[in-house]
């Protein structure tokens, strides 16, 4: 069966600070990946996603950038990070467009 | 535009009866699908239901069911019988292509004992 991984589940950064929030899939191939971030009593903004390694689309220009090393790893980052980073990030995965998708356990950001 | 609009911010139940939650949606396509996710407090989002617009007959799952009308673009989420652990956020979302995947702003649901 597919599992997704997502981590760190909590993170504490200082204004200015990097970022690296990781998230693997297993047992499946060639999977769509996607982050969102979802701000306090809101909906889920999608931030990036990729068809494949190497290829990222980016939906909200902004301070974060995605990568995709390989074919089940997706990477969002930052070199400084804002105030307003802070949220829940959700990284999700799926097959195709006839597929729901299946997100992770969410990553809890916080900058001061 | 596309959007979706969950009109109902909170909603509660009585536990053992039934609810229902509202969602509207705004699209110019004819092809999608829709879902309902649950995200309880440790927020994983989980797969309620999904529906395929090109299918009349309403999805059902145990007890979640949905109202699916196209044509007022609306896909309402029924809970039955509903359980302590049906506590949680409930989002509605429609995708369109592998990119286009539209959510609401959530109805909180609580089920009173």
């Known amino acids: 069966s597919q599992t997704i991984h997502q981590w760190p589940a909590t993170l504490v950064q200082p204004v200015g600070s990097p970022l690296s929030l990781e998230c693997t899939v297993e047992?499946?191939?060639?999977?769509?990946l996607y982050w969102y971030r979802q701000a306090a009593g809101r909906g889920l903004q999608l931030l990036f996603y990729?068809?494949?390694?190497?290829?990222i689309s980016s939906e909200v220009p902004q301070n974060l950038s995605a990568s995709r090393p390989q074919d089940r790893q997706f990477i969002l980052s930052s070199k400084k990070l804002l105030l307003s980073d802070s949220g829940f990030y959700l990284c999700?995965?799926?097959?195709?467009?006839?597929?729901?998708?299946?997100f992770g356990d969410g990553t809890r950001l916080s900058i001061l | 535009a596309q959007t979706v609009t969950q009109s109902q911010p909170e909603m509660s139940v009585q536990e053992a009866e039934t609810v229902t939650l509202s969602c509207t949606y705004d699209?110019?396509?004819?092809?999608?699908?829709l879902f309902w996710y649950k995200q309880p407090p440790s927020r994983q989002m989980i797969l309620v239901i999904r529906?395929?617009?090109?299918?009349?007959q309403n999805a059902t799952e145990n007890r979640f069911s949905v109202n699916f009308q196209k044509a007022a673009k609306s896909f309402s989420l029924k809970i039955s019988d509903s359980q302590l652990g049906d506590a949680a956020m409930y989002f509605c979302?429609?995708?369109?292509?592998?990119?286009?995947?539209?959510f609401g702003t959530g109805t909180s649901l609580t089920v009173i004992p």
């Open positions: 699209t110019s396509e004819s092809d999608y699908y």
């Open positions: 529906q395929e617009a090109y299918k009349q």
């Open positions: 047992g499946t191939s060639n999977p769509n």
């Open positions: 979302a429609y995708r369109i292509t592998e990119n286009q995947f539209y």
């Open positions: 990729s068809v494949g390694i190497g290829q």
């Open positions: 999700a995965w799926s097959l195709n467009r006839l597929q729901p998708q299946h």
